[in-house]
């Protein structure tokens, strides 16, 4: 029997390539976003807000109907904002904390009962190298991903036990419709940060749109559906694997010095 792949944030970019991509290998996928997608799609789908805990019970009720258990829950949906923390807003910072970090957790943790019936349950979380390294600008998106990295290696241990292996996808620039829904700051020059916003938000959408296909992330997904043993996380594509090797082996002041010429 095929395996029952859960994919949050199916109806556009990594979420909607890898729910097609594991579709067209014969997975049964089940997608899941706020809207359907925009291209052809010929996964199942269900409509559901990750920040809505009513909406996703309805979705475990389907689930419950249609199928025994849940073999991989793939946590892509996501949201990106960016300005200044001098100018941004308190509800600016909820409303990111609610889609990335509190919507993950909520689907999370009621879909865990149907992983749990799973002989082979896999977790994999869409983190970012945006949360390892911190860009400025772009930081509550950081802060974000890397409280997911967290919330990815505690889960990892928890749900050890019940064989429902945990780990995290840290993806750099992909080309997807990220770039364009980002929410943008209000303040984008003035004279105090001078043109700084405008130029890092410049650079960061320069390096997305430029970026890797949403399918290289899918193919990841694939090898981790494939793998025996999880790692704890896996970053995706040469150079930033190469980031995140000199994030862990430089010292910080150095790294956070790098980044703020690129970004900064
Ligand atoms: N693109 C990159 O460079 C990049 C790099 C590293 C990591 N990532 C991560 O990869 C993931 C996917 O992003 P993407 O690049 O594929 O961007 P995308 O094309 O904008 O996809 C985001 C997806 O999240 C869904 N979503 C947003 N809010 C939701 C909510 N409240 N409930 C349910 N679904 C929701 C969106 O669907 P609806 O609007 O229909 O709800 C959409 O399907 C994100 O977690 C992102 O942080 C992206």
Redesign the pocket.
Known sequence: MSKTVVI?????????ATAEYLDSLGYNVIG????YPRNEYSFKYFL????KETQIEKFVDFLNKEIESVDVLVN?????VSGAIEYSTEEELRKIF???VF?QFLLTKNLIPLLRKSSDAKIIN?????GELIIPFQTF?SMT?AAMHAFSEGLRNELKPFNIQVTSV??????????K?REMPKVLEDDLYKDRIKKSLARMAKD?ET?MP?LS?SKVILKLIRKKRLPVAKTVGFQYKLFIFLQKTFPKSFVNWIIKKMYG
């Open positions: 949050s944030g199916a109806s556009s970019g990594i979420g909607f899941l976003s706020r809207k559901c807000d990750i920040t892509c949906a996501g949201m990106g609610d889609v990335n919507g869409i983190g970012s190298v945006a998106y991903k840290l993806p750099g620039d992909i080309k997807t419709d990220f770039t829904n997305e970026g949403a992330v």
